[in-house]
């Protein structure tokens, strides 16, 4: 059974830094693309960035492009999220998604089939 599992959210001042990890297991992580996408209340899920399966290629949302970075460690089929300069606009619920390597447009939850139970960033003013 395929388990998606986020870490490392927390609370944090605007300006600081946090890092999110996310583990998959029972998949071949080396055959699916990976997301993060967050969630805040009352909001829609949101893509926040997508690493493609070899890790050559990243996608980000508008709202991130040069505060996070994505990666991904294929020897323990782990993904990391690096936050930096957060903002209270990042407080949410982060979620960890996986999907196979060629699913259409990289934002569209849909188009995940493995998704983690998420991991909270409360950023604080």
């Known amino acids: 059974q395929v388990q998606v599992v986020e870490s490392g959210g927390g609370s944090v001042q605007a300006g600081g830094s946090l890092r999110l990890s996310c583990t998959a297991s029972?998949?071949?992580?080396?055959?699916?693309?990976m997301g993060w996408f967050r969630q805040a209340p009352g909001k829609e899920r949101e893509g926040v960035s997508c690493?493609?399966?070899?890790?050559?290629?990243?996608y980000y949302a508008d709202s991130v492009q040069g505060r996070f970075t994505l990666s991904r460690d294929s020897a323990k089929n782990t993904l990391y999220l690096e936050m930096n300069s957060l903002k209270p606009e990042d407080t949410a619920m982060y979620y960890c998604?996986?999907?196979?390597?060629?699913?259409?447009?990289?934002?569209?939850?849909?188009?995940?089939?493995?998704w983690g139970q998420g991991t909270q960033v409360t950023v604080s003013s």
């Open positions: 690493i493609s399966w070899s890790g050559s290629t990243t």
């Open positions: 998604a996986a999907r196979p390597s060629a699913g259409g447009t990289w934002s569209t939850a849909r188009t995940y089939n493995y």
């Open positions: 029972a998949l071949t992580f080396d055959d699916y693309t």
